[in-house]
């Protein structure tokens, strides 16, 4: 067995690798690595589930896919509220950079949630996404459904150094600004030649025969509500920018602003107590589209900018 020591350093430096090589190729540095100095990429499905944890990783993993078919609206317990999955979202189980990937996202929690106006756990940020993505309501901490996906996200962060608490490619990325407002009328140009193949006129999406969405909904009653963090154009924008048509991601930041405020144009379910959200409104980030704001600007441009460049993205 190695030194208890020794094997921290090594991690320690292994982190620092990863830590600038992905800081070079986000930069869009082209690094020839040595094989000998690759830094292991953790952005894949984990090899093996230890057989201890596989029954409760394994049941994560189906309730993040299936989310709808085990706690959606038509089943007994009804945590959600429509029918889409965490995946949905969180692309291929949570395992792609820039599309709200949840490797390594258990080193990073408890931590501190503006939204909350707290510290909260990885548990309470799940249930956000319940509460809002999801439409529907909070599934107790101690259910054994909510250990199976912690269990399971824990699995997805195994390979990743305990130091490490920020994986670059986690949430989305932040795009530049256009220097106009995102406008929606453009938008619908967009989501007509680029998005209505597979998300529907309507934007309904189509459902697979066992009732999950082969393509899930972007506005209307099963979709997300306006808390959630896909209602926020620049979130929305960003993730589109990197994924959207999904495959062939190919639009231009104008056209991703343009379509992301198409669609939070439309209807959606609303959420009650939003006001509540944010209780230091200075930490409310400008493009959250619902008041109230801590400044006067007009509503308009904080749904749809154009945004002021410090206000950052998250
Ligand atoms: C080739 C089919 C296809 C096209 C075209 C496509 N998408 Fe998607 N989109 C998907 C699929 C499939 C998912 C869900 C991914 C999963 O569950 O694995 C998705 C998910 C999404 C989501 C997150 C989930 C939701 O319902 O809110 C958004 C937002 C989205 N797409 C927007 C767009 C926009 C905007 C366009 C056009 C620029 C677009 N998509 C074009 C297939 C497509
Ligand atoms: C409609 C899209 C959507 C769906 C469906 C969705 N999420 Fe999210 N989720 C988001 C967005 C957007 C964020 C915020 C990303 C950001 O701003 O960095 C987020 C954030 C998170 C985070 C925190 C990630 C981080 O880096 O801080 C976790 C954990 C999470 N979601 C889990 C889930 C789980 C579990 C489900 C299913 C029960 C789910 N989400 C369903 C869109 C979605």
């Known amino acids: ?9 090594t991690r320690g430096t292994s982190a620092v690798l990863v830590l600038s090589v992905l800081a070079l190729l ?19 499905w984990p090899h093996e589930v230890p057989a201890d944890r596989a029954a409760l990783v394994r049941e994560g993993e189906r309730l993040f896919n299936e989310t709808a078919l085990h ?10 509220g429509n029918g889409m999955a965490c995946r949905n979202c969180h692309l291929s189980g949570g395992t792609v950079r820039n599309a709200m990937g949840l490797v390594g996202i258990t080193r990073r929690f408890p931590q501190f949630n ?3 106006g707290k510290k909260i756990l990885l548990e309470d940020r799940i249930n956000g996404c319940f509460e809002r993505s999801l439409n529907g309501r909070r599934m107790p901490n ?8 912690v269990a399971y996200m824990g699995w997805l962060s195994d390979e990743v150094p305990a130091e490490m608490t920020k994986m670059p490619g986690q949430g989305v990325m932040k795009l530049p600004d256009p220097p106009r407002a995102a406008n929606p009328e453009l938008g619908a140009e967009v989501f007509a030649r680029k998005c209505v193949s597979c998300h529907g006129p309507q934007g309904q999406g189509s459902r697979n025969a066992d009732g999950t969405y082969l393509y899930p909904p972007l506005w209307g009653p099963d979709s997300f509500n306006n808390g959630a963090g896909m209602h926020r154009v620049r979130t929305a924008a960003a993730f589109i920018y990197r994924n959207m048509p999904l495959g062939d991601p190919l639009l231009n930041v104008e056209d991703a602003y343009d379509v992301a405020a198409f669609l939070n144009s439309q209807p959606r379910p609303q959420r009650a107590g939003l006001e509540r959200d944010y209780p230091d409104r200075k930490l409310k980030p400008f493009d959250s589209p619902y008041a109230p704001w801590a400044d006067s600007e007009d509503p308009r441009r904080h749904k749809y900018g154009p945004f002021p460049q410090s206000s950052g993205s998250r």
């Not at 067995?1 to 350093?9: C, D, K, L, V, Y």
């Not at 101690?142 to 996906?149: D, F, I, K, L």
């Open 26 to 44: 986000a930069a869009g540095v082209c690094v020839v690595v040595p094989p000998w100095l690759a830094p292991h990429d953790p952005w894949h």
């Open 71 to 80: 706690v959606g609206p038509t089943t007994p317990k009804a945590v959600s």
């Open 1 to 9: 067995m190695p030194h208890p020591t020794a094997h921290h350093r």
């Open 114 to 116: 503006a939204r909350a």
């Open 142 to 149: 101690e259910s054994r459904e909510m250990r199976a996906m």
